[in-house]
C-alpha cells in the first residue's frame, strides 16, 4: 500500500473521449507532481504544483490538463488523447523540493 | 539541469553486497542526490538520499565520492526483493521543484 492513491488502476479511453485521473495525499505534502512512463523507460515529469499553483508544465501538450484543487488532490484531465499517450500514468507528493517523493503505483491507461 | 549516467544493469547473488554506481559530473554544489527504485508494476519508491556525507538507513547505504562528481547506492545483503530498476537523481535546494529521472540501471539478483 502507498500513501499517494491514484484512480482508476486501470483506464481505457477512445480517441474522442473525456476522461480524468485522480491523486490523493494525506500527508500534508505541498508539492504534488505527475510523471509519464512508457513501458521500459524512466517516468518522464510532466506537470508539477507547488502550493496549489502550477509551477513547471514541460511542455506538455494541451490534451493534458492538470488540476489541483486542494492540498491533498490533484487531477489530471484528459481530452483528445492519441494511441501513442498510451501509458502508466504516476503521480508523487513530497513536503518540500529536498524531501522524498512518494509516488502512488499510477494509472495505466490505454487509448484506442 | 545536472544529468546522471548509470549502467543500464547488473546482476548480483543472492546475500551479497551489491555496489550501483552512478556519475554526476555536472553536479552544483547545492544538488542533492536521491536514489529511488522501481519494482515491477509498482510506482518508484524512495531509497535514500544525501548531500556531501556518506548515508545511512534501512534499506541501503550512499557512498558520496569527495568531488561529488560520483555515489554509490549499497546494499548489503541483496534478496530476491531487491531486483528491480535503480534511478539516481538530482535535485535542487532552489529554484522550482523538479526531480528528473535518469535511465536506472536494472538489477537482476540471482538465487
Known amino acids: 500500500d502507498t500513501e499517494v492513491t491514484q484512480t482508476p488502476k486501470h483506464l481505457v479511453m477512445g480517441m474522442t473521449n473525456k476522461k480524468s485521473l485522480k491523486c490523493e495525499q494525506h500527508?500534508?505534502?505541498?508539492?504534488m507532481y505527475w510523471y509519464k512512463q512508457k513501458a521500459k523507460k524512466p517516468p518522464e515529469l510532466m506537470f508539477v504544483?507547488?502550493?496549489?499553483?502550477?509551477?513547471i508544465n514541460e511542455s506538455v501538450p494541451s490534451r493534458f490538463s492538470p488540476e489541483c484543487p486542494n492540498s491533498s488532490l490533484l487531477n489530471l484531465h484528459l481530452h483528445a488523447l492519441q494511441p501513442e499517450d498510451s501509458a502508466l500514468y504516476l503521480c508523487?507528493?513530497?513536503?518540500?523540493?529536498?524531501?522524498?517523493?512518494?509516488f502512488g503505483n499510477g494509472t495505466r491507461l490505454t487509448v484506442t | 539541469d545536472a544529468k546522471t549516467t548509470q549502467p543500464n544493469s547488473m546482476e548480483s547473488n543472492e546475500e551479497e553486497p551489491v555496489h550501483l554506481p552512478c556519475n554526476h559530473s555536472?553536479?552544483?554544489?547545492?544538488?542533492?542526490i536521491h536514489w529511488y527504485r522501481q519494482l515491477p508494476s509498482q510506482g518508484p519508491e524512495y531509497v535514500i538520499h544525501?548531500?556531501?556525507s556518506n548515508v545511512n538507513n534501512r534499506m541501503a547505504s550512499l557512498a558520496i565520492a569527495e568531488d561529488r562528481k560520483s555515489s554509490t547506492l549499497i546494499l548489503h545483503r541483496a534478496t530476491l526483493r531487491d531486483a528491480a530498476v535503480y534511478y539516481c537523481?538530482?535535485?535542487?535546494?532552489?529554484?522550482?521543484?523538479?526531480?528528473?529521472f535518469g535511465t536506472g540501471t536494472r538489477l537482476k539478483v540471482l538465487a
Open positions: 544525501g548531500l556531501t
Open positions: 555536472t553536479i552544483s554544489g547545492t544538488d542533492y
Open positions: 508523487a507528493s513530497s513536503q518540500d523540493r529536498r524531501a522524498p517523493l512518494h
Open positions: 537523481i538530482l535535485t535542487k535546494t532552489s529554484g522550482t521543484y523538479k526531480y528528473i
Open positions: 500527508m500534508g505534502h505541498r508539492a
Open positions: 504544483y507547488s502550493y496549489e499553483k502550477l509551477s
